[in-house]
């Protein structure tokens, strides 16, 4: 069985910071994308940042310059450093990643339960 499991969130004043992790698990045999994305209450869930095995990386508009994504795959973990947060950046994140796993022959899609991160004075 392979599963995300994500930590981190949080409540947080405008313009503070906080650093989220994203650790897969279980059998995988291997790793492509992997990547985080938000849902706010009434809004479809949205991309926020994803990167490649090989580093490639891609923003939202909206948080270019603030967030930065990273990953460690010796350690099958993602990490999402948001600085300068704003009210609307609260939202329930979710990691993302395609895998693959020793029992199944083609990747597939796997996402994490979510981390509630509120950006509040």
Known sequence: QVQLVESGGGLVQPGGSLRLSCGASGSIFSINVM?????????????????????????ADSVKGRFTISRD??????????NRLQPEDTAVYYCRAIMK?????????????????????
Do not use: C
Not at 44 to 55: F, H
Not at 73 to 82: D, G
Not at 106 to 116: A, F, I, L, P
């Open 35 to 59: 990547g985080w994305y938000r849902q706010a209450p009434g809004s479809q869930r949205e991309l926020v940042a994803e990167i490649t095995s090989g580093g490639n990386t891609n923003y």
């Open 73 to 82: 795959n010796a350690k099958n973990t993602v990490y999402l450093q948001m």
């Open 101 to 121: 796993s020793h029992f199944q022959a083609r990747s597939r899609e796997y996402w994490g339960q979510g981390t509630q991160v509120t950006v509040s004075s």
